[in-house]
């Protein structure tokens, strides 16, 4: 399956694609001769619509088509105006448009039937923007969508909690720890200008404000978080480092996503943008653009590869990108955004691997049945707990 097109399609579902772009996924899908990559796409990355019957292929791509001329009216008509959301929460809406246009699994017919989605009584939830604000004097505030906070060092919008620009340090630090629980997620902008995005079940502590003239520190307790460093020509050279575990990340400016939850063995860095130095033990190894660093803590090694930065990162734009994933690693990260506890009770299912774009905003019970029809996998469900098999 072209990776290109699957990420053309998913710009479009975003509504991040440009006039060019969308030109060329409109020719490709008229193009007869992808007609079964098309299919095959939609079917991946679709949830599945239990009010659907029965469509044809023909009036799925005029569909699919017309909303495609469609955006690329909107596009030259506001050529100023951008398009691409902060968060890709739109993308639910924009993938139950095409499912309601295709999901083919019968092979002899032109008119296909769907495969009926499983009913299932259950008040699972997505995840949703929240986190506790642990302030120096030790008081916890939630933060929650839609509620509005202020401190005596930054404010936050129910989204994202912002801080108050540098000022003058004494010489005492004061430290906050923002946690993520699980079925959470949430941005900060630290006092220097950083942003950081932070993953369900992660937590962060960094200090209020910065001193000049030193190495700016935060520490990733643990969890998962996306940094967008400002540059140390900023502040005077002082350069940015995370901490975490026996790791330490020593940037100048630069984007990079750290890996760490407690429940797994390996730290992964994978750097976006710029260089930075990862430190472990006595070890240094400087990352470049599209290179992941693992450390296995349980042996000490530390390794570097070459991955795909969008399959690691998209997480921070609400979207789940799994690139031949084991269902094992799947289904962690589907437990921790779902809030639930999810079993094999086959275990041999654990390394089935898995290939395809979702999103946050999905519903659990349509992210299941789309790995359910490409994997050939059976769920149930008893409250937050459910069993694969």
Known sequence: MSKNIEKLIVKFLNKEANFDELKQLELWIS???NEALF??????????????????????KENIIRRIKKEKEIVANNSKRSLGYKYAVAAAASIALIVSLTIFFNKNSDQQQLLEPIIVNNQIKQGTDKAILTLESGEEIALVKGTDVKTSNATSNGKEIIYNKEVPANNKIAYNYLTIPRGGQYQATLSDGTVVWLNSESQLKYPVSFQKGIPRKVELLYGEAYFDVSSSTNHNGATFQVINKNQKIEVLGTEFNIKAYKDETNIYTTLVEGKVVVNYKNTKQILRPNQQSAINTNINEISITEVDTYNETSWRKGIFSFNEKPLKEIFKVLARWYDVKIEFKNKKLEAVTFNGVLTKSQKLVDILETIKTTNQINYTFNGKNIAIQ
Do not use: D, G, H, R
Request: proline share 4%.
């Open 31 to 33: 193009n007869p001769n």
């Open 39 to 60: 299919l095959e796409i939609i079917k991946i990355n679709a949830s599945i619509n239990k009010s659907m019957t029965k469509y044809n292929k023909v009036k799925a």
